[in-house]
């Protein structure tokens, strides 16, 4: 069974960086969308990046674009996000998705809870605060 592992996670002070790490059991996951998604305490799944593929298309939300980078390295079937000037805002548990029939531009505006995504890794924390 495909499973994605996220790591990377911490406590940060505001200002600071962070790199994600997602990790794909199988080869076959090069081959699909990924994407980024968060949880913040008491709020909704919520959509932070996602990458094509091929690693030619990015997409981010508003609230992350120009500070955060995803990234991948289909030889590890590995999926990075790079956080930069990071804010108590960005507080939050972070999930990597897989989606095999599903493009990473759609996965800007789908429902997180959609069976449209065929994988999801167990959460990573990540915490901003001075």
């Known amino acids: 069974q495909e499973q994605l592992v996220e790591s990377g996670g911490g406590v940060v002070q505001p200002g600071g960086s962070l790199r994600l790490s997602c990790a794909a059991s199988?080869?076959?996951?090069?081959?699909?969308?990924m994407g980024w998604f968060r949880r913040a305490p008491g709020k909704e799944r919520e959509f932070v990046a996602a990458?094509?593929?091929?690693?030619?298309?990015?997409y981010y939300s508003d609230s992350v674009k120009d500070r955060f980078t995803i990234s991948r390295d289909n030889t590890k079937t590995t999926v990075y996000l790079e956080m930069d000037s990071l804010k108590p805002d960005d507080t939050a548990v972070y999930y990597c998705?897989?989606?095999?029939?599903?493009?990473?531009?759609?996965?800007?505006?789908?429902?997180?809870?959609?069976?449209?995504?065929?994988?999801w890794g167990q959460g990573t924390l990540v915490t901003v605060s001075s």
């Open positions: 990458i094509s593929s091929g690693g030619l298309f990015r």
């Open positions: 199988a080869r076959t996951l090069s081959s699909y969308a």
């Open positions: 998705a897989a989606a095999r029939s599903t493009t990473a531009r759609a996965m800007r505006t789908m429902d997180p809870t959609s069976n449209a995504f065929d994988v």
